[in-house]
């Protein structure tokens, strides 16, 4: 397709430019009009086609494509900084990298909330069950972020577990600050080979041998991402990001990721970009526009970076179907059997952009190329849904 196109570039350039001449020299052998006429196609190919595409390579020999591409106009790609390219260097390194898988890999639980966790009683029943199957060797390990005020633990799993902690602003820089707290945190473990963050709100939605293979047996991270052109979307985009962040690849997700270990680590070594949100993509930024990076910090830095590495969806579910400013919270009256298990069983993760005609994003949430259910959690659950919870607990996980 490519060639032909350039070939009927080409012929029309040849009819139009060389033709003068032709009359004038009409005697002159043939062989000079096809000499100018295939220098002048060449010219013209290689100038529509830079000599990086190969679509004029083959046309001409490949060495022909080498010896012009000196002197041909340099193709548009803006020149990295030095920062850029320091960044991208050390992102590839980590992605070539591998972690040392240890003896005893584990899953770390990073709890990001104001104080006392509502549900550490359930958490503490999820936590139990991990034993059953591997001896007494721990397979998790716990940290709480507490923002407010110290926690009052009743599990002892949960006990001198709180990192230390700084204020949080719900949609400011400090919530992106918290999650990186926490990771910094718990890369201090080398057992640790993936992160889960989650609320106060959260809860479990299947038993710890579940999750734990879920998490592990696969490659990617479970970081949310989508492309929304509306105004809650690319419309919170501020062109001060430039030239390190384009609009083109500004993405949306909830912030409720988890995390394999390089990930983690491309997290902590990122300077650059995060500054970027940081100082351009906040509450009140420009126009009334209001920007929530712990939305867009994440999803867009995975996106240029290592876009196949991420699932695209949160394994922790949310139900905005409501429409509301908040998604809907479920009370002790919500809580049964039906509802874990129209939960459970969700296997197609959804995304509604905010453009004016609201375009809804379905699709299967495939873990390793099959489809599987999308959820390992889900919120918001208030205070007054634990007992109901930890009823039914041992119901909807089959434990
Ligand atoms: C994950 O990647 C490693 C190294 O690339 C590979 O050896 C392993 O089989 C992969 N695991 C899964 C579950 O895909
Ligand atoms: C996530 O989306 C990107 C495109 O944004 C795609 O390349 C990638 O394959 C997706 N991830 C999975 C696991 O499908
Ligand atoms: C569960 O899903 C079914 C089918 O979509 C729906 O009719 C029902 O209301 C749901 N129940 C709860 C408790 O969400
Ligand atoms: C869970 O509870 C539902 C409704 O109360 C019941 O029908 C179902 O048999 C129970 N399942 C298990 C595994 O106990």
Not at 12 to 21: E, N, S, V, Y
Request: hydrophobic share 40%; charged share 20%.
């Amino acid at each position: 397709m490519k060639t032909a196109q350039v070939w009927r570039i080409g012929m029309k350039d040849m009819q139009i430019l060389p033709a003068p001449r032709q009359r004038a020299h009409l005697k002159k052998p043939t062989w000079i009009i096809v000499l100018v006429s295939l220098v002048s196609m060449f010219l013209v190919c290689a100038y529509v086609y830079p000599p990086h595409n190969s679509a004029a390579c083959y046309v001409f020999s490949s060495n022909g494509c080498n010896a012009f591409s000196n002197w041909l106009p340099p193709a548009p790609v803006r020149e990295f900084t030095d920062e850029e390219i320091s960044s991208r260097v050390v992102i590839r390194e980590i992605l070539n990298t591998p972690p040392v898988v240890p003896k005893n890999p584990k899953i770390a639980f990073m709890f990001l909330s104001p104080g006392s966790l509502p549900f550490e009683k359930l958490w503490d029943k999820f936590f139990q069950f991990s034993f059953v199957w591997q001896g007494n060797e721990d397979r998790f390990s716990v940290y709480v972020h507490a923002s407010k005020e110290k926690p009052v633990h009743v599990s002892r799993y949960f006990l001198n577990r709180e990192i230390r902690s700084d204020k949080v602003v719900w949609g400011k820089i400090s919530m992106v600050d918290a999650e990186r707290r926490l990771l910094t945190n718990a890369l201090k473990d080398p057992d640790n080979l993936h992160f889960i963050l989650l609320s106060d709100s959260c809860i479990p939605l299947h038993d710890f041998e579940y999750v734990y293979n879920y998490l592990m047996d696969t490659n990617i991270s479970f970081i949310d991402c989508f492309e929304d052109p509306g105004p809650h979307g690319s419309g919170r985009y501020s062109e001060h990001m430039l030239p390190e962040v384009e609009k083109k690849d500004f993405r949306k997700g909830a912030q409720w990721f988890t995390m394999k270990r390089q990930h983690a680590i491309m997290v902590m070594a990122d300077n650059l970009y995060y500054s970027k949100f940081r100082d351009y993509c906040k509450p009140g930024m420009e126009r009334n526009i209001n920007c929530y990076s712990d939305e867009h910090y994440l999803p867009t830095f995975f996106y240029m970076f290592d876009p196949t590495g991420i699932a695209n969806w949160s394994v922790t579910h949310v139900d905005w179907s409501e429409g509301k400013w908040h998604p809907k919270s479920y009370g002790a009256q919500d809580i049964t059997y039906e509802l874990m298990q129209n939960i459970t069983s969700i296997a197609e993760s959804v995304h509604v952009t905010s453009a004016e005609r609201k375009e809804i994003q379905t699709r299967s949430c495939l873990w390793n190329g099959n489809q599987r259910p999308c959820y390992l959690f889900a919120r918001k659950f208030l205070p007054d849904a634990l007992d109901n919870l930890m009823h039914i607990f041992p119901n909807y996980t089959g434990i």
